[in-house]
């Protein structure tokens, strides 16, 4: 139902939304065609210069309340019942774990904040709604992990819309597709705009019938 597909694709996976430079303490590499091994060694003076950012704190991830576990068919279900289009639904996984609805809204207001600590603000082709959307998607699933939710990832994802109707501060749009978050929490599927941090019930989302596809 709704065209569901599974799709691995490497370079989607790698075109992460969330820019953060990782610094290596040291590492090997191979170096020239004769493959010798170079050791890496940072300068931790020049490294310890650099400014630092305290985050706020992320909201305690409910493991004992959250939902069950959701599988795609299931999803594409839900669509298919809400919507009179149904999108394509991209996974790489077959089910997805439905987490407390209390601690999404939590989640995403501790998301607002994240935003201002690290000063995201939208550049157009450098930084905007689909980058806003991964990041969300990503600090969602590390919150969880971190707070101790093994069975899986939880089902937050990212997907394209036709932005025909406002909504959540982005203005109506007769051209173009727009990336929004798509949230599947205990209490059933939710859309949120994460630039602003506007959420809605996927039934109340004025966008509801122009999903292009859901990325899980």
Request: net charge neutral; proline share 6%; charged share 20%.
């Amino acid at each position: 139902m709704g065209g569901v597909t599974h799709r691995r694709a490497a370079a989607d996976r790698a075109r992460s939304g969330w820019r953060i430079a990782l610094l290596m303490l040291g590492a090997v590499a191979p170096c020239g065609a004769s493959g010798t091994v170079t050791l890496i060694v940072p300068d931790l003076a020049a490294l310890s210069r650099l400014p630092s950012i305290t985050l706020p704190p992320s909201p305690v991830y409910a493991r004992d309340r959250a939902g069950g576990v959701w599988s795609v068919d299931e999803i594409a279900a839900e669509f298919g019942r809400i919507t009179d289009r149904p999108p394509a639904i991209n996974f790489n996984r077959p089910a997805f774990v439905r987490p407390d609805h209390r601690w999404l809204v939590a989640f995403n207001d501790w998301f607002m904040r994240l935003q201002k600590a690290l000063k995201l603000a939208y550049r157009d082709e450098v930084w905007d709604c689909d980058d806003f959307a991964r990041c969300f998607v990503a600090f969602a699933n590390m919150v969880a992990l971190g707070g101790g939710e093994t069975r899986g990832s939880i089902c937050v994802g990212w997907a394209t819309v036709a932005n025909l109707r406002a909504f959540g501060g982005q203005a109506a749009s007769s051209g173009g597709g727009h990336a929004i978050v798509i949230v599947g929490s205990a209490d059933g599927l939710f859309v949120i705009e994460p630039q602003s941090g506007k959420m809605a019930a996927l039934p109340d989302y004025p966008n509801r019938d122009s999903f292009v596809e859901v990325n899980l």
